[in-house]
C-alpha cells in the first residue's frame, strides 16, 4: 500500500471527494512540491492559509527560535509572545476594537463571538447569510446558511438561527430585533463561489444593528489580515463589527483562530466565560506576531492591492472567452467559467498550477499567498488561456 492508499484507509473519508491527486513533501514560496519532484505554482495557498507562501525564512526563523525556548505552556501564565500577537492583532484590526481572544480555528472563533453576542445581550437569536459559512462544528454549522451541511442535524443546527437572503436589509428588518443577540456575516461569501453585496448594505446593517442593540460579527476567516488589499474587509468602506472572526491565514500556517471584540463588548466578557487549553500558546503567539510582522513589514497589503487591480483586467479580458465573470476583491478571486470548474482546476493542474473550486459549480477560486507577484500571475493566465482553449 502506497502512503495515499495508508491515508484512505486510516483517516475518516471525510476528504475524499475533495483531495487533489498529489502528495506533496515541501513548500518552497510559492511553490509546493510533490513526492514525485513536480512543482506547483500554489494559487490556492492551502485553501486560504498560506499568507506569507510556504516556510518564508523570517516566520520559519521565529518558529525556530520559539521551539528552542517554550513550546507549550496553557493561558494559566503570560509570556511575551502572546502579549506581542494581541497587540498587534488589536492594533491592526478596527479602531473601536479593544481585545483579542485566541483559540484554534475559524470554527471555534465564531462559536466564541456567538457566545459573547448572547451574553452581552441576554437574547438567543442569530441572523445567518444564506449562503455564508462558518465552520462545521455544531455552533458554526447553525449559522451556516447551506442546508445540505445542516441536514443530518436539523434539530441541532437551526432551531436558534433565522437565515436571510445575502443583500436583503429588509429581511433583517422584518425580524424582531428584540430577540436577536447578532447578526454573523461573511463579508464576501467564499464557499458560495465569492458573493458580496454593495457597500450601502453593510452601511445600512451596521445601522440597524448598532440601533436595535445587535452584535454585528464579521466572519473575516478568509478576508482578514491583509487578504483584499486591507488589513481587514470593512475598512474598504469604513464600516466596522462589533465582533471579528478570523483564523486562517493569521498564524501564517500555523493552526490558530481568534476573535476580535469591540472596547463594548470586551467589557462585557468575565472571566471564565470561554476558554481553550491550546488557544494563544506560545507557538501559536510566535506565529501570529511573526506573520503579522512580515506582512507589514515587507509591504504585503499594499502589493495585495497593487497587483490585483491589474490581475483583474486581464481576467476580465478573457470574458466572452471561457471566462463569464470575475468576483471578489485583492486574493480573493473567483473565476466563473462556462464550463466546470473541476475540468478547469485539472487543466491547470496539469500545467503546475493549483486553484481552488467552490460550492459553485462553474467558479474556481484563487486564494494565493500574498507574495504572489506579476511574474507568476503572468504564468498563470497563459495557462489559463491555455485550459480555456483546449
Ligand atoms: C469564512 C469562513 N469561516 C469559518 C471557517 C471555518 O474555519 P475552520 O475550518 O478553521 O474551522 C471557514 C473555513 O473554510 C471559512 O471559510
Not at 461569501?189 to 453593510?202: D, H, L, M, N
Not at 493552526?255 to 472596547?263: I, Q
Not at 463594548?264 to 468575565?270: G, H, I, R, S, W
Request: aromatic fraction near 8%.
Amino acid at each position: 500500500m502506497d502512503s495515499r492508499q495508508r491515508e484512505e484507509q486510516y483517516t475518516l473519508a471525510t476528504y475524499n471527494h475533495i483531495r487533489f491527486p498529489i502528495s506533496l513533501v515541501r513548500g518552497e514560496g510559492n511553490h509546493v512540491i510533490d513526492d514525485e519532484g513536480r512543482r506547483y505554482l500554489d494559487l490556492y495557498g492551502g485553501h486560504a492559509v498560506c499568507l506569507l507562501g510556504h516556510c518564508h525564512p523570517r516566520w520559519v526563523a521565529a518558529m525556530r527560535k520559539q521551539l528552542a525556548e517554550l513550546v507549550f505552556y496553557s493561558n494559566t501564565v503570560y509570556f511575551a509572545p502572546r502579549a506581542e500577537a494581541a497587540e498587534l492583532l488589536v492594533s491592526h484590526c478596527y479602531p473601536s476594537m479593544a481585545a483579542v481572544y485566541f483559540c484554534g480555528s475559524g470554527a471555534e472563533a465564531n462559536e466564541t463571538a456567538l457566545k459573547i453576542a448572547r451574553k452581552a445581550t441576554g437574547r438567543k437569536l442569530v441572523v445567518a447569510m444564506e449562503g455564508g459559512f462558518h465552520g462545521r462544528t455544531l455552533g458554526a454549522l447553525s449559522v451556516t446558511g447551506f442546508p445540505r451541511m445542516r441536514a443530518a442535524f436539523p434539530e441541532n443546527a437551526e432551531a436558534w438561527t433565522r437565515f436571510v437572503p445575502f443583500g436583503d436589509l429588509g429581511a433583517v428588518q422584518a425580524l424582531d430585533p428584540s430577540e436577536i443577540a447578532a447578526v454573523i456575516i461573511e463579508p464576501i461569501q467564499s464557499v458560495a463561489g465569492i458573493r458580496t453585496a454593495p457597500a450601502s448594505y453593510f452601511l445600512a446593517l451596521r445601522d440597524h444593528c448598532r440601533r436595535c442593540g445587535i452584535a454585528l460579527i464579521f466572519d473575516e476567516v478568509q478576508t482578514g489580515s491583509g487578504r483584499t488589499g486591507e488589513w481587514f474587509w470593512g475598512m474598504h468602506h469604513g464600516v466596522e463589527p462589533d465582533l471579528v472572526t478570523t483564523a486562517k491565514g493569521v498564524g501564517g500556517g500555523f493552526p490558530v483562530g481568534a476573535v476580535v471584540a469591540s472596547d463594548a463588548l470586551a467589557a462585557e466578557v468575565k472571566p471564565g466565560d470561554q476558554a481553550t487549553t491550546f488557544g494563544g500558546g506560545p507557538l501559536a503567539a510566535a506565529a501570529i506576531a511573526a506573520t503579522y510582522r512580515i506582512i507589514e513589514e515587507e509591504g504585503l497589503v499594499e502589493r495585495v492591492a497593487r497587483f490585483s487591480a491589474s490581475l483583474r483586467e486581464r481576467l476580465a479580458s478573457l470574458e466572452g472567452r471561457g471566462v463569464r465573470e470575475v468576483r471578489g476583491l485583492g486574493y480573493l478571486l473567483g473565476v466563473e467559467c462556462d464550463r466546470p470548474a473541476k475540468e478547469v482546476q485539472a487543466r491547470l493542474m496539469e500545467q503546475g498550477i493549483l486553484v481552488g473550486t467552490s460550492g459553485e459549480a462553474q467558479t474556481f477560486r484563487l486564494l494565493p499567498p500574498l507574495t504572489v507577484g506579476e511574474e507568476e500571475w503572468e504564468i498563470f493566465l497563459g495557462a489559463l488561456e491555455k485550459a480555456l482553449r483546449e
